[in-house]
């Protein structure tokens, strides 16, 4: 009941008749020597010429759009049925020791797990989860991502990260999308994870503790510009976006971590790195806060969760088509698009996983739009962009690796 109240009010917005549908790439830790062309923001990334791109209005066929309105008239069903008020459960404090770390979730014949290897890889799905932060969302979240399905940042906490992916995980694989994760959608889940666990134990190296790092990220461009690079701050960043994990989760599961010797071992996550190949169409959700990929057979194959513009710099309506793709992108501030802080000159920001589009972009044939990465990955969905679409680090250049240029990409309300 919580997890359909929340999917509810998670996607109240999506338009009647149209919308919805269906990930993630380990990036690289060392820009400074990438030499890119400079990018302007919000951003004209590629020294590329559109033109040779038609941007002429592209359409969704037939199976797409009943894939869209499935999802669509199932979001409003449960939206008149359930209530819009359910909250999202904020995540328990972390224990002091892994097998103290027992779940107390709201049904007293839940089965007891810990936050150990062995406990989050034997995580079973049992009825009313609830809200909250337990094992069994845990390993859903690696299912889940490892399915295509993103869950953003993997935290092991119900939200509505959570949900959107549950519901396009079951709309690519030709399940009912109610974005409840039922007995069905689990057994489903771990039928695609097979035998690999969700979960492994990782060695500390020389190489994570040497970096590059900087000793802090100023919020002002002037300070930014600065710098050698936008490299991360500290191992468990880096260890976070290497993993697809919220950094705050990566501590809990290793509260006695120090995260400061080579040989340590930890827990993290055992995900892909790769997506399908063959992306065709590329649904950006403005309402959902989805990025939705068909493939040329019209098959959903994958999803993101996405910050897709704000009221004040909306994103574009239409339809356009993917330019090119940068690596980490040089960043060219310009006070005539935005003005930061008291910056009123253009400035140049050098590249790093910390710029502000993350360490990839996508260009689109739309003038200073694109897909791109952010600084902040376990806030992706839950606040606005300049105008662009922005996912995780790890999402977007899982994206950019396999995008070509002339893929469409429609703007959907």
């Known amino acids: 009941m919580f997890v359909r109240s929340i999917l509810a009010l998670s996607l109240s917005c999506i338009l009647t008749g149209t919308a919805f549908a269906a990930s993630t790439t380990e990036q690289p830790l060392n820009p400074t020597k990438v030499v890119t062309t400079p990018v302007e923001d919000p951003i004209d990334p590629l020294a590329i010429d559109s033109s040779a791109v038609s941007s002429a209005e592209a359409q969704i066929s037939q199976q797409e759009q009943q894939e869209l309105d499935q999802a669509a008239n199932t979001l409003q069903n449960l939206e008149k049925t359930e209530s819009k008020t359910a909250d999202i459960a904020s995540a328990p404090t972390a224990p002091t020791t892994p097998a103290a770390a027992t779940t107390t979730p709201s ?4 089965p007891k797990a810990s936050w150990t290897l062995d406990g989050l890889n034997n995580a079973q799905w049992y009825e009313n989860i609830g809200k909250g932060q337990f094992p069994v969302y845990a390993r859903a979240h690696v299912m889940l991502n490892n399915a295509h399905a993103s869950p953003g940042a993997i935290d092991g906490t119900s939200g509505m990260n959570t949900l959107k992916a549950v519901a396009s995980f079951q709309q690519i694989n030709g399940l009912k999308p109610t974005g409840e994760l039922t007995q069905e959608t689990w057994d489903a889940l771990v039928a695609k994870q097979g035998n690999k666990p969700a979960y492994i134990e990782y060695t500390i190296t020389d190489a994570d503790l040497k970096g590059p790092y900087a000793a802090s990220i100023p919020h002002d461009y002037a300070l930014q510009a600065k710098m050698k690079g936008l490299y991360y701050t500290r191992v468990t960043e880096m260890l976070g976006e290497k993993f697809h994990m919220d950094e705050d989760f990566l501590k809990k599961l290793n509260p006695k971590a120090t995260f400061k010797k080579a040989g340590e071992k930890i827990i993290v996550t055992n995900i892909r790195n ?11 959700h403005k309402g959902a806060k ?11 194959v994958g999803s993101f969760p996405a910050t897709i513009g704000s009221s004040d710099t909306p994103s574009p309506t239409g339809t356009y088509k993917v330019t090119g793709v940068a690596p980490n992108p040089w960043y060219s501030y310009s006070p005539s698009n935005f003005i930061q802080g008291k910056n ?4 140049s920001l050098p590249p790093g996983p910390n710029a502000p589009v993350g360490n990839i972009w996508i260009g689109l044939s739309k003038k200073s739009f694109g897909i791109h990465g952010t600084p902040n990955p376990s806030a992706i969905s839950k606040t606005a962009s300049h105008g662009c679409i922005r996912l995780t680090n790890w999402d977007a250049n899982d994206l950019g690796k396999k995008v070509k240029s002339g893929v469409t990409v429609k703007f959907l309300e």
Request: glycine share 0%; net charge negative; hydrophobic share 45%.
């Open 290 to 300: 989805q990025l939705y990929l068909f493939n040329a057979q019209n098959q959903m």
């Open 344 to 347: 009123l000159k253009p400035l």
């Open 107 to 110: 049904n007293p014949n839940a």
């Open 274 to 284: 790769e997506l399908p190949e063959n992306i065709h169409l590329i649904v950006a």
